[in-house]
């Protein structure tokens, strides 16, 4: 459903909300989250550039949020590595989908809608909560 990329910058940002204001190194960071540092350097400097982190040159430097946890969505961090596509025209080119998607790219694009709406109702901040997770958020499909 995410690219392996969008895994890793959730876990590197989760870990980054953990610690509000706080700077971590890259090798903190993939350690803490089983992600190769190497990669992760490439991973942040995409959510810096997405202004959600922040990066502090230097030899006691590294990344930190550039928001309060709180004003971070999931989405926020999917969409800076690897948006969503939607379905607005058909993917086969068919004729007569041109002024409606068929019924089976209507059922994925409103499966996708979902995605959307629930990574975007659920902040970086809620994921470290260890509180059940809002009545909405259940009642919208979350996996038990």
Not at 100 to 119: K, N, S, T, V, Y
Request: with cysteine; aromatic share 4%; net charge positive.
């Amino acid at each position: 459903m995410i690219s392996q990329t969008t895994e890793y910058a959730l876990r590197a940002a989760a870990r980054l909300a953990s610690c509000p204001g706080t700077v971590q190194q890259v090798r903190e960071i993939a350690r803490a989250t089983q992600v190769p540092a190497s990669y992760l350097s490439k991973v942040l400097r995409t959510l810096a550039r997405a202004r959600l982190v922040e990066s502090q040159p230097g030899p006691g430097g590294g990344f930190r949020l550039a928001l309060d946890p709180q004003r971070i969505s999931v989405l926020d961090v999917v969409n800076a590595i690897d948006p969503f596509k939607r379905i607005e025209t058909c993917p086969l080119g068919l004729p007569e989908h041109e002024q409606r998607l068929c019924r089976l790219h209507r059922h994925l694009d409103h499966a996708c809608r979902q995605i959307e709406r629930l990574f975007g109702g659920c902040t970086l901040a809620a994921l470290l909560e260890r509180t059940p997770w809002p009545a909405d958020l259940r009642a919208k499909g979350r996996p038990r």
